[in-house]
């Protein structure tokens, strides 16, 4: 079992910035892949920022060059810088983790909104 526990959300003007974080309880080695997914309101979710197997991030193309992933492995946890913030960037971001057995975690979600 992986809990993940969303915060940093909240309201910012457009061009604006915030930073998620994602608590993990237990060790981010012992986690296939970890990131973040989002729901705008009215749509699907759809990924924004990840690391996968191997090390390797991807990224929707949406937030390219706008939102950066990181992880701090003595805290399990990952973050997602958003910077350069848009209006279609409203919606509530959820942490997502699979292990190694294929099951699939999610946070609770933490709404950002932002205003133009």
């Known amino acids: 079992q992986v809990q993940l526990v969303e915060s940093g959300g909240g309201l910012v003007q457009a061009g604006g910035s915030l930073r998620l974080s994602c608590a993990a309880s237990?060790?981010?080695?012992?986690?296939?892949?970890i990131g973040w997914y989002r729901r705008a309101p009215g749509k699907r979710r759809e990924l924004v920022a990840a690391?996968?197997?191997?090390?390797?991030?991807n990224y929707a193309d949406s937030v390219k060059g706008r939102f950066t992933i990181s992880r701090d492995n003595a805290n399990n946890t990952v973050y997602l810088q958003m910077d350069s913030l848009k209006p279609e960037d409203t919606g509530v971001y959820y942490c997502?983790?699979?292990?190694?057995?294929?099951?699939?975690?999610w946070g609770q979600g933490t709404p950002v909104t932002v205003s133009s």
């Open positions: 237990r060790s981010l080695s012992s986690i296939n892949a």
């Open positions: 690391f996968i197997s191997g090390g390797s991030t």
């Open positions: 997502y983790a699979n292990d190694y057995y294929t099951h699939n975690y």
